[in-house]
């Protein structure tokens, strides 16, 4: 049951962290995302203000030249004398304004029959009085003729046509006009500017050209004016593209950008942002001051999905990056967990089956840990054991020692045995054998003890037989010699008197008296017998003695030679 409940928490545990890691990263990854949502949709909205704030300005600074060209008094004075010399400085006001503003197509006065009196070319020309031309049936002459005296007249930005054709290439056109009165207040015409706004256009995009493909104008019937694709432009003037509208391809997000003067939306996976120009608001006064054909332009800025979606791939990949560095680091302090806590149960299961003292004791010098081998075997609880240091158990004979070995460990040393006594609660002793290892990240210090006493015991039993055999066998050795030292004694002491019988009993036998006696030689014949047999057993006598050397046996040898030698002739 332990078992499986291991096996559970070991695949539950790791997978609720990597959902919790998950979960961590993809917070953070959703709030750096929204950060760098927001901060690129504020740059958007800022990028389109401007955008608009410059393209108004360049529309403001065509109506201020307006002005002063008209206030000129060269165009005043000709007005009421009607001389050349006037005119000319007329001319050459308007060719002034005309060669600082390269975004002047053409500068021209016409009267109020609708005949061009004055007209400068974007090229610096001035029009000979021969090439100008009437434009009294033209929509703008017509408009702006009809306003108020301090009024302006701002045409729909459009392609300048020629003839009804439009002229090649393209040429993005603007026409700002405003009456002309002499000092009587008699109207005598106007005085007009066709502005190119391509070139505004051109600006913007050359304002920012990391994100020039990003900008969008558009009229307010939602024809691009300028767009993703060129070939959607112009949708107005141009019959094969009349339904490229924004109105058409996207009314939802166009509705929201007719309904709202500025704004930001996704749609489609993009994001599009925007700014009103209102050319009736750009000149400050009467709200009827400027008379526009097109009542707003949309300035926008529309991020592609792809270019949506390369803000975040850095950030993807970072958080990828963390997401794996963290997934394999948990990964691998689960492993480590997982074998400590393994090492922990196997432990914990060996202090419960062993026979022997296994504990877990700290740095500080007192025990941890303690299996129930310990109770058994010393008689101490487990509290009491734990409650004093470790060293007050230790054999005074043993302490040095011990503390020596401890700080090996303390200082982070490789596993050590070694040997010491142990205070029973009885106050006796027991020997114990130590295998200890450091665990210097925890602080502790693991040990097993095998319990020597019984061995000891024996030992020391062994040693006193051996001791009480060597006291034995010196008796023994002591006996030895004294019987050796006897044993020559009594060779020597009997021999020699044994010889004298022998030598004299030889010399009676080779007496005549005692061979003409048969008795004395039968009486002779029986002591050398006898002297004999007493020879061989003061030789079974040698033998018997366990130190007999070769010497002794060689004397004895010689020494028994004339009584055996005696006794073979006898």
């Known amino acids: 049951?332990?078992?499986?409940?291991?096996?559970?928490?070991?695949?539950?545990?790791?997978?609720?962290?990597?959902?919790?890691?998950?979960?961590?990263?993809?917070?953070?990854?959703?709030?750096?995302?929204?950060?760098?949502?927001?901060?690129?949709?504020?740059?958007?909205?800022?990028?389109?203000?401007?955008?608009?704030?410059?393209?108004?300005?360049?529309?403001?600074?065509?109506?201020?030249?307006?002005?002063?060209?008209?206030?000129?008094?060269?165009?005043?004075?000709?007005?009421?004398?009607?001389?050349?010399?006037?005119?000319?400085?007329?001319?050459?006001?308007?060719?002034?304004?005309?060669?600082?503003?390269?975004?002047?197509?053409?500068?021209?006065?016409?009267?109020?029959?609708?005949?061009?009196?004055?007209?400068i070319n974007w090229d610096g020309e001035i029009v000979p009085p021969d090439k100008l031309q009437?434009?009294?049936?033209?929509?703008?002459?017509?408009?702006?003729?009809?306003?108020?005296?301090?009024?302006?007249?701002i045409s729909a930005l459009d392609l300048n046509a020629e003839d009804g054709q439009v002229e090649q290439p393209y040429k993005p056109m603007l026409r700002?006009?405003?009456?002309?009165?002499?000092?009587?207040?008699?109207?005598?015409?106007i005085y007009i500017v066709n502005y190119l706004a391509g070139n505004s256009i051109d600006r913007l995009l050359k304002f920012t050209p990391q994100?020039?493909?990003?900008?969008?104008?558009?009229?307010p019937a939602g024809y691009w004016i300028h767009a993703a694709q060129p070939d959607q432009e112009w949708g107005f003037m141009l019959p094969e593209r009349a339904g490229m509208t924004m109105a058409h391809t996207d009314p939802s997000l166009w509705t929201q950008i007719s309904r709202m003067p500025q704004g930001q939306t996704s749609y489609g996976g993009s994001y599009f942002t925007w700014t009103r120009v209102v050319p009736g608001t750009i000149v400050t006064g009467p709200s009827d001051t400027v008379v526009a054909d097109d009542a707003f332009l949309v300035i926008g800025s529309e991020i592609?999905?792809?270019?949506?979606?390369?803000?975040?791939?850095?950030?993807?990949?970072?958080?990828?990056?963390?997401?794996?560095?963290?997934?394999?680091?948990?990964?691998?302090s689960w492993s480590f967990f997982s074998s400590r806590q393994q090492v922990r149960r196997q432990l914990d299961r060996f202090f419960v089956l062993t026979r022997d003292l296994v504990c877990v004791a700290g740095f500080d010098g007192y025990f941890k840990r303690l299996n129930p081998a310990w109770e058994k075997s010393l008689g101490y609880t487990t509290d009491e054991l734990l409650a004093k240091p470790?060293?007050?158990?230790?054999?005074?004979?043993?302490?040095?020692?011990?503390?020596?070995?401890?700080?090996?460990?303390?200082?982070?040393?490789?596993?050590?045995?070694?040997?010491?006594?142990?205070?029973?609660?009885?106050?006796?002793?027991?020997?114990?054998?130590?295998?200890?290892?450091?665990?210097?990240?925890?602080?502790?210090i693991f040990a097993s003890?095998?319990?020597?006493?019984?061995?000891?015991?024996?030992?020391?039993?062994?040693?006193?037989?051996?001791?009480?055999?060597?006291?034995?066998?010196?008796?023994?050795?002591?006996?030895?010699?004294?019987?050796?030292?006897?044993?020559?004694?009594?060779?020597?002491?009997?021999?020699?008197?044994l010889r004298h019988i022998h030598g004299f009993v030889e010399l009676l036998q080779a007496s005549p008296a005692i061979q003409a006696?048969?008795?004395?030689?039968?009486?002779?014949?029986?002591?050398?017998?006898?002297?004999?047999e007493m020879g061989m057993l003061i030789d079974d006598l040698l033998d018997f003695s366990p130190h007999r050397t070769r010497r002794n046996a060689s004397d004895e040898s010689q020494h028994a030679g004339p009584a055996r030698r005696g006794h073979s002739r006898a």
């Not at 592609?304 to 691998?332: I, N």
């Not at 011990?402 to 006796?428: H, M, P």
């Not at 006696?517 to 004999?532: D, F, G, Q, Y």
């Open 134 to 153: 009437n434009k009294a049936d033209r929509p703008y002459f017509q408009k702006a003729n009809a306003l108020s005296r301090g009024q302006f007249y």
């Open 1 to 119: 049951m332990s078992t499986r409940r291991f096996i559970s928490s070991s695949i539950l545990m790791p997978l609720i962290a990597c959902l919790t890691i998950a979960f961590i990263c993809f917070g953070l990854y959703q709030r750096e995302a929204d950060q760098i949502k927001k901060s690129a949709l504020d740059r958007e909205a800022r990028r389109s203000e401007i955008f608009a704030h410059f393209f108004e300005q360049d529309i403001r600074s065509v109506i201020q030249n307006l002005q002063q060209m008209v206030d000129g008094d060269g165009l005043q004075s000709w007005l009421q004398t009607g001389a050349q010399p006037d005119l000319n400085r007329a001319l050459h006001r308007a060719w002034f304004f005309s060669h600082q503003n390269p975004d002047y197509d053409q500068v021209r006065y016409i009267n109020e029959q609708g005949r061009e009196v004055v007209r």
């Open 390 to 444: 470790y060293m007050d158990f230790v054999h005074p004979d043993d302490l040095e020692k011990t503390k020596a070995e401890s700080a090996r460990l303390v200082q982070g040393g490789e596993t050590i045995s070694f040997e010491n006594r142990f205070r029973c609660k009885d106050g006796s002793y027991r020997w114990l054998l130590w295998n200890a290892r450091p665990q210097t990240d925890e602080q502790v």
């Open 517 to 532: 006696e048969e008795s004395s030689l039968r009486h002779m014949k029986v002591i050398i017998k006898a002297t004999k």
């Open 176 to 189: 700002v006009a405003t009456p002309v009165f002499d000092a009587a207040g008699k109207r005598r015409g």
């Open 449 to 497: 003890a095998r319990d020597l006493t019984d061995r000891k015991r024996t030992e020391e039993q062994n040693q006193m037989l051996n001791d009480e055999i060597k006291l034995r066998a010196g008796q023994l050795e002591a006996a030895n010699k004294e019987l050796e030292a006897f044993s020559y004694s009594v060779s020597h002491d009997l021999r020699s008197p």
């Open 304 to 332: 592609s999905p792809t270019a949506w979606a390369a803000y975040f791939t850095d950030l993807r990949e970072m958080f990828s990056v963390v997401a794996v560095v963290l997934l394999l680091l948990l990964l691998a």
């Open 211 to 219: 994100f020039q493909q990003r900008l969008r104008v558009l009229n």
